[in-house]
């Protein structure tokens, strides 16, 4: 694969008929909850087996535990990975723990594909439609959660889309006759992940800033300036890249900028396909839409219109 | 008097929130004032000011320290809840009956269809049909600028629909990009079951 364009995992060819992808990701808790905690991290160590076209397969343990933390609530958090490694088909052989002042949770994830079929964030060509597979905000929403700023069903639509694994997204993506690149959205938010996309392949991505599926509260929120520092940061990164529309809404450029725990995966087909995808991706990921279209390179690698 | 906030030492969305408890507090005109040591609460409560609709001022005091100064005329009241159009495809029907839009120079009503068929693609509420007849037609075939746009509302569900007469009389048939043919019964009736009909 490389390290020029920035993929989601490291893919090793073991025969011509299968390669492994590992990959690892842990952080600090995103919700207070132990068990969403658990169940959020390890969807989103997951997601990026996902990403690459892959499954995964066997999974590790991180956790950081400061010695405060009560044995039920370590108990709930790894309870939380267990489940989503489960649901994935993926076994947890074991892992590693240390103390730590803060908090920290992730998994290191083994997972297999054929060296064929594995998926690469760059390989968008013009004509092709952009299709996201989770709505966006969620950077926004776990910033207005820590001052309590969500009613009930804001906080429960973010963190069962931030606990729900990619893996129904990514069986419909592997049904596609043709997929040119795929990649799922996390920290640098939608912007910083197209942005690499759209380098990485040579062509412009124009994304159409009303099209974009957004969390229940999200936009609201991101009016009223509830924005986490993240977000500043992907946006001055693509500056340079970046041209912006007039008409479009200040929150929803935020909001294109925000970062991503557990996002969606976004991939790039020819149009003719993008029918037949959000069709099968409807089912499960309801909140799926054709977000952008890929364009012959221009001056600038992404438009918001 | 002023009113003054100190969020120094706050991350967002601290700031923030001390703000808007702070301007619901507020009983007469008066400024409030919110000292913070990142530019990202700056930008925040930049974007609060502008939400309540206020003017607002933000100057850099020194190393990681800034003032932003709210100019509050009379109480706010809690921003409306903002009401999202369903993203759904209404009962609309758009009826293409040429490749120019309105009447005058060539050149200019291309570019203006163009443009509609663009912004059409871009409403929160997609139109339910796209009818294409006559010199319409050319718009859903082989060359057409908007082909991109009709194939992302197609994508969508939007049903396309193009006069196979209208085709046939041009020699466009074999070069149909998009949608589907039609005829002129299945015209009449999408026209007359349609709530609203946009005609360019």
């Given at each position: 694969m490389g390290f020029d364009t920035s993929d989601d995992a490291c893919v090793y060819r073991i025969t011509d008929e299968i390669a492994a992808i590992h990959t690892v990701d842990f952080f600090t808790p995103?919700?207070?909850d132990p068990f969403w905690f658990g169940q959020i991290a390890a969807a989103n160590a997951l997601s990026d087996v996902y990403a690459m076209g892959g499954r995964p397969a066997v999974a590790m343990n991180l956790l950081c535990v400061p010695g405060c933390l009560s044995q039920e609530t370590i108990r709930k958090i790894l309870e939380g990975g267990h489940q989503k490694a489960v649901e994935a088909g993926c076994v947890i052989a074991g892992g590693h723990t240390i103390q730590d002042d803060e908090p920290k949770y992730g998994l290191c994830v083994t997972g297999y594909v054929h060296p064929d079929k594995a998926l690469r964030n760059v390989g968008a060509r013009p004509g092709d439609a952009l299709v996201l597979t989770k709505p966006l905000g969620t950077g926004v929403l776990t910033t207005a959660a820590k001052a309590d700023l969500l009613e009930p069903e804001q906080y429960d639509r973010l963190v069962r889309s931030m606990a729900r694994l990619n893996a129904h997204a990514a069986e419909a993506v592997s049904q596609?006759?043709?997929?040119?690149a795929c990649t799922d959205v996390t920290g640098f938010g939608l912007l910083g992940h197209a942005d690499e996309m759209a380098r990485g392949s040579g062509v412009t991505i124009r994304l159409y800033s009303r099209r974009l599926p957004l969390l229940p509260g999200a936009l609201e929120f991101a009016e009223m300036g509830?924005?986490?520092a993240g977000a500043y940061r992907n946006l001055d990164y693509v500056k340079p890249r970046l041209t912006v529309a007039e008409s479009v809404q200040q929150a929803r450029v935020d909001l294109i900028s925000d970062p991503q725990t557990s996002g969606g995966l976004l991939v790039a087909l020819p149009m003719e396909d993008a029918g037949a995808l959000l069709a099968a991706l409807r089912e499960r990921d309801p909140d799926s839409a054709i977000i952008g279209a890929v364009v012959a390179q221009t001056e600038h690698t992404l438009e918001i219109v | 008097m002023s009113v003054v906030v100190d969020a120094l030492g706050k991350q967002c969305p601290i700031p923030v929130v001390m703000a808007k408890k702070a301007l619901a507090e507020l009983q007469t005109p008066d400024t409030l004032e919110i000292l913070v040591d990142n530019e990202a609460a700056v930008q925040n409560l930049s974007k609060l000011a502008a939400s309540c609709q206020l003017p607002v001022r933000a100057e850099k005091?020194?190393?990681?320290r800034f003032s932003v100064t709210m100019e509050v005329s009379a109480p706010v009241r809690p921003a409306e809840e903002t009401v999202c159009a369903p993203d759904a495809r209404g009962d609309l029907v758009v009826a293409v009956g040429s490749n120019c839009m309105g009447n005058g120079e060539e050149t200019l009503g291309k570019a203006l269809m163009k443009g509609f068929l663009y912004a059409v693609s871009q409403l929160p509420a997609l139109p339910k049909t796209i009818l294409f007849y006559n010199s319409g037609a050319y718009l859903t075939c082989?060359?057409?600028?908007s082909l991109e746009d009709l194939k992302f509302m197609e994508a969508q569900g939007v049903e396309i629909r193009t006069c196979g007469t209208c085709l046939d009389f041009y020699k466009l048939k074999e070069t149909l990009a998009v949608g589907s043919i039609t005829n002129m019964y299945a015209i009449a009736e999408t026209l007359a079951a349609a709530g609203k009909v946009i005609k360019p």
């Open positions: 995103i919700v207070d596609c006759p043709e997929i040119h509830i924005i986490p | 005091t020194g190393e990681k082989a060359g057409s600028d």
